[in-house]
């Protein structure tokens, strides 16, 4: 039986996949993101913030996050 894996940061390599774009321009719009929310280079961008900036719904995406 497969458990099922959920998580809330994304990651630069997922929003690759979600967006299509580069690795390197999916890391700038991870960086863009976190300005933006005043958010320490430390601290991770969670699925929610992301959703909220690009106005993706979440249900568009989750198939395409790895877990």
Known sequence: ???DLTRICIYAKDIQR???KSYRQS???VH???AE???QPSEYLT???FCAYTGIKYE??????IG
Request: avoid cysteine.
């Open 1 to 3: 039986m497969k458990k």
């Open 18 to 20: 979600i967006t299509g």
């Open 27 to 29: 890391t700038r719009l």
């Open 60 to 65: 568009q995406l989750a198939h395409l996050i």
């Open 47 to 49: 699925i929610e913030e």
């Open 37 to 39: 929310l005043n958010k």
């Open 32 to 34: 863009k993101i976190k």
